[in-house]
């Protein structure tokens, strides 16, 4: 019986391993030249996070986590963003709220989206705070992210702009 289960913790460790290198592959041919690969690989990503659960969803998020960073292409991020607007957990949060910061206005856009749909408190909370910590041109967006949320705990932070020096802002709030 131990020589049996040494086996087939060996075989799923080997299975694991295995899946991590696939999904590393997909992730990289996110930024393909060739857009039929470019869009497999967008299929494939979609369906192995689909497809998983527990252990392994957390893998492929942890992959995503990693290739949405600077140093990757826009194709890159923007895809895995996306994936983690449909599947992020609570262990997105503090990763998608530090792109609420980024110089590509298109990466902080996206964030806020992914924070929007995640159903964590942690991403009310983010978003809460985000209002005092973004540039006023970028408000009008957190405050749709939190109605959208439809959270009551964030009237609080939404009724301190009713006051705000721009008038459109005041006027979303």
């Known amino acids: 019986m131990y020589k049996f289960s040494l086996t087939l913790l060996s075989c799923l460790a080997i299975a694991g391993s295995a899946f991590s290198a696939d999904v590393s592959g997909t992730i990289a041919s996110l930024d393909s030249e060739d857009y039929e690969l470019r869009k497999t690989a967008r299929f494939d990503l979609l369906k192995a996070i689909a497809d998983s659960s527990g252990g392994e969803r957390a893998a492929i998020i942890a992959e995503l986590h990693q290739s949405m960073t600077a140093g990757n292409s826009f194709a ?20 998608l709220a530090q792109l609420l910061k980024d110089t590509d206005p298109r990466v902080r856009d996206l964030a806020r989206i992914a924070l929007q749909a995640n159903p964590s408190e942690a991403a009310t909370r983010v978003l809460q705070n985000a209002l005092a910590g973004v540039p006023l041109e970028q408000k009008g ?3 749709d992210a939190i109605a959208y949320r439809e959270d009551q705990g964030s ?8 006051e705000s020096e721009s008038e459109a802002l005041a006027a979303k709030a």
């Open 155 to 162: 009237v609080v932070a939404v009724t301190a702009l009713l």
């Open 141 to 143: 967006a957190i405050l």
């Open 76 to 95: 890159t991020r923007d895809w895995s963003i996306r994936m983690l607007e449909l599947f992020g957990d609570e262990s997105s949060v503090l990763r």
